[in-house]
């Protein structure tokens, strides 16, 4: 009974591969976010989504694409990875107050 | 863009030593809400601040909202361990759907 569930927690890949990460919540909340938190435990919001539409888009590579197919998920498709993309990526969702986080997925790119 | 500075960015502390961070805003702030992260987790919120000057307490925990909304702090009362983590103030504005973390100040309690 998770409530923010995010796949895979680890990843560790090759630069140039593609990858995708997936959220699902099960809160019934209107919005989910992306946020990436560097080594220096800096949290920096990447998207946020509103109903399966796009809120925010913060100064992200277009590398990186959000992909709402519903309300309960919010998936991160990732190009042409590069080491700096290396961090862990949280997944969020919220009815209008507190933020609920997923585990968070630790991406290595190699 | 929205900055949200926090200060300090570490602290170490005796067990049972008061512990105080604070954050700091550019800009006029809607709400501010204030989360903890534990070592190898994920943020988990602890409470929303949304009046001018207002004061909350949790039970060691006490979180105040300054009177130009511009700034906030967190206070525990005698720490313990299992406050270790790092404290994140967060910045709400347009509808709650536009959210800047602060920078974070790291925790650490020595026993």
């Known amino acids: 009974d998770t409530a923010v569930s995010q796949t895979p927690k680890y990843l560790v890949t090759q630069m140039g591969n593609d990858k995708s990460i997936k959220c699902e919540q099960n809160?019934?909340?209107?919005?989910m976010y992306w946020y990436k938190q560097d080594s220096k435990k800096f949290l920096k919001i990447m998207f946020s989504y509103n109903n399966k539409e796009l809120i925010i888009n913060e100064t992200v590579p277009n590398r990186f694409s959000p992909k709402s197919p519903d309300k309960a998920h919010l998936n991160l498709h990732i190009n042409s990875l590069e080491l700096g993309d290396s961090a862990v990526y949280f997944c969020a969702s919220s009815r209008g107050e507190n933020q609920y986080f997923g585990p968070g997925t630790r991406l290595l790119v190699l | 863009g929205q900055q949200v500075m926090q200060i300090p960015q570490y602290q170490h502390v005796q067990e049972g030593e008061d512990f105080t961070t604070y954050c700091n805003s550019s800009?006029?702030?809607?709400?501010i809400q204030w989360y903890k992260q534990r070592p190898g987790g994920h943020p988990v919120f602890l409470i929303q601040l949304v009046k001018s000057g207002e004061v909350k307490k949790q039970k060691r925990l006490t979180f105040q909202f300054g009177e130009a909304k511009k700034n906030s702090s967190l206070h525990i009362t005698a720490t313990q361990t299992t406050d270790v983590g790092t404290y994140f103030c967060a910045a709400l504005w347009g509808g709650y759907q536009k959210v800047t973390f602060g920078t974070g100040t790291k925790l650490q309690v020595i026993p």
């Open positions: 800009t006029t702030l809607s709400n």
């Open positions: 809160l019934g909340h209107d919005t």
